[in-house]
Each structure stands twice: as C-alpha cells, then as structure tokens.
C-alpha cells in the first residue's frame, strides 16, 4: 500500500535530533493549544490533536523512534510511502483494536502502514524480528494483548526533622500527566518509618505507572529531602544547636532549657564557657532508635547594650577587678 508520508518531528515543531525532554515539552504545548476539550466542536482543532498526538505516540519511545528515523530515503514530506520489505510483519499494538490511539483516536494510514493498528510498542524479548517478534507480545495468531506490569515512578517528599524522628503518617500530593499532558493532584497516604535518612526513598506499591492490557500498576518511589529547621543545622546524622548565655550565664555556669527533637532537657553548663565552644548530648540526633547521632549545643555568648551610664560604669569596674585580657596579641 502506497500512502503519503507524515513527518512526526515537524508536526511537533522539532528537529530531527531533539532530545526526549524537547519532544515532550513540544508536545505538551501543542497538547494544550488543541485538545478537544479546550476547544469544543472545533474539527479542525481536533484534527490537529489527532496528528501531533501519532507523532507523540511514536517519537517519545526510542525503539519507534529508531525504527521511524530508519525509514531512509523516504522521509521527504509528501512522498508516497511503502514499508521496506519486513515491515509488514512488525507487531506493534494498543489494547483497543482498529487503528485507535490510547487517547481515542484514529491513527494515519502511514502510522499503520508502519506500526500495524495502533501505537504501545511491545518490549517483548525477540525485538524487531518478525512473527517471533508478534508472539512475544500477542498469542501467535491473536491480536490480544499480553497483560504488562506498568512503569516504576519516583517524587520527591519533603520532610521535617521531627517527621524522619518520629516517623507516622503523612498525607502528600503528587501531580501525575493526565490527557493531553495536563496536570492532574493525587492524594497519597504515606507511611514514614522513624529514623529515615535523606536520600533514602519509600515505595508505595502500585502507585505508579498504570498497567496494560490488565496488567499490575508499577510503583511509586518517594525519595526523601530534609527541610530547613528554624532551630537547627544538619551535619550528616547530627544536629547543631547554638545556645545563646548571658555573659555572667557563660563565666559563672548555669542550668538552661534546652530543646531537642525528643523535648526539652535540661543542660547543665560548666562555669567559663566561651562562644564557640560545643556540649554533645548523645543519642539526640538523626536516625533509627539505637542508632541515632548526637546532638551538639554550641555556645553563643552574647552582650548586652551599655545603654546608659550606670551600666558602662559596673562593666568598666568588673574589667579592672577581673583583669580579663580577651586578646593574647
């Protein structure tokens, strides 16, 4: 069969060597430029979401992509096209039969000429080749498709220190592609363990990509980030807390509230303490219970205003009675 060639990458608007993310971008756009639902009884809109959604179809999975890249010397636009010898037995399908795409619509001559009656590539083992290649994917003789697990998925959660300590559960929104490249929320309960670290991810089960043909829904991998604390600093599984004393806190010693990701303590500090210096507590750090990191209160000294005559008079009397030298040099 003699049909007229369709060129995929100028109905998206990219060249011949734009990247995956380019191609999607550029399908993305036109998507919400002419989907049907944006632009109601507008045939000629239609007709538009029709062509750029075939060339999607082929052009975001590799293997069509080459296999469409190796037509030759057939790929000026308007000539007429016939499959290379072999083609005709490639078994590529979707689960609805008759030439209709996943989102509802028919598909060219040449799509089918080329991919047989429909899109959804089968990744069966046996490739390109012939009838071994349409049984790997449907029954020999049959235009059934074999049931497919869907694909893996991953997002990022954003989680407190208190959240990774005390783990539980937590309610999170992730935003999937829905038609026409539109986004779309869904609310998932997520169970945190205690003692998470950064990095390390949470698998939800059949949460993500959908199956094919009845197949098991891929999952959904949450890989967790630490959001900033307004009282204290990361350093691998520690934490650092700065403490601010009152000069006369810091040169006598003092008993102070401190709070932890446990609640607060009391911290006995030793007289003669100077900015900078730090006190562990053990065990109040990051990680799971037996194994947390320590927490590290570091000594912030800090001076009050001279604001009146009184007060620089007792600071001046106390530097000639200590004879305290700040400085060696």
Same mark, same amino acid.
């Given at each position: 069969m003699s049909v007229k060639y369709k060129d995929y990458y100028e109905l998206l608007g990219v060249k011949r060597g734009a990247s995956q993310e380019d191609i999607s971008k550029a399908f993305k756009k036109l998507?919400?430029?002419?989907?049907?639902?944006?632009?109601?009884?507008?045939?000629?809109?239609?007709?538009?979401?029709?062509?750029?959604?075939?060339?999607?179809?082929v052009l975001k999975d590799p293997e069509k992509r080459k296999m469409y890249d190796s037509l030759g010397p057939n790929w000026q636009q308007g000539q007429d096209f016939q499959p290379p010898p072999g083609f005709e037995n490639m078994n590529f399908g979707f689960q609805s039969g008759g030439g209709r795409g996943g989102a509802g619509f028919d598909f060219s001559d040449f799509f089918e000429s080329v991919f047989g009656g429909g899109g959804g590539f089968s990744q069966a083992r046996g490739g390109?080749?012939?009838?071994?290649? *349409?049984? &790997?994917?449907?029954? #020999? !003789?049959? %235009?059934?498709?074999?049931?497919? @697990?869907?694909?893996?998925?991953?997002?990022?959660?954003?989680?407190?220190?208190?959240?990774?300590?005390?783990?539980?559960?937590?309610?999170?929104?992730?935003?999937?592609?829905?038609?026409?490249?539109?986004?779309?929320?869904?609310?998932?309960?997520?169970?945190?363990?205690?003692?998470?670290?950064?990095?390390?991810?949470?698998?939800l089960s059949g949460q993500g990509g959908p199956g094919m043909a009845g197949g098991p829904a891929g999952d959904l991998y949450l890989r967790v980030k630490l959001a900033p604390h307004p009282l204290y600093k990361v350093e691998e599984g520690n934490i650092v807390l700065d403490l601010p004393l009152a000069p006369w806190e810091a040169a006598m010693g003092a008993t102070v509230n401190v709070p932890t990701l446990d609640g607060q303590v009391e911290l006995k500090v030793p007289?003669?303490?100077?900015?900078?210096?730090?006190?562990?507590?053990? *065990?109040? &750090?990051?990680?799971? #219970? !037996?194994? %947390?990191?320590?927490?590290?209160? @570091?000594?912030?000294?800090?001076?009050?205003?001279?604001?009146?005559?009184?007060?620089?008079?007792?600071?001046?009397?106390?530097?000639?009675?200590?004879?305290?030298?700040?400085?060696?040099?």
């Open positions: 998507a919400r430029k002419y989907h049907p639902d944006l632009n109601p009884s507008d045939k000629t809109a239609e007709d538009k979401f029709k062509e750029i959604n075939e060339a999607y179809e390109f080749g012939g009838a071994g290649a *349409g049984q &790997g994917f449907y029954g #020999a !003789g049959s %235009r059934t498709a074999r049931p497919r @697990r869907g694909q893996d998925a991953e997002a990022e959660i954003e989680l407190s220190l208190e959240e990774v300590i005390r783990g539980g559960s937590k309610a999170v929104t992730v935003t999937e592609q829905g038609p026409g490249g539109m986004p779309v929320p869904r609310t998932l309960n997520v169970n945190i363990p205690a003692g998470i670290k950064e990095g390390q991810r949470i698998r007289a003669g303490m100077g900015s900078g210096r730090k006190m562990r507590l053990r *065990g109040k &750090g990051l990680g799971a #219970a !037996g194994r %947390r990191g320590d927490m590290y209160v @570091r000594i912030m000294v800090q001076v009050p205003q001279a604001e009146d005559e009184e007060i620089r008079r007792l600071w001046s009397e106390l530097e000639s009675k200590t004879g305290f030298k700040a400085r060696n040099f």
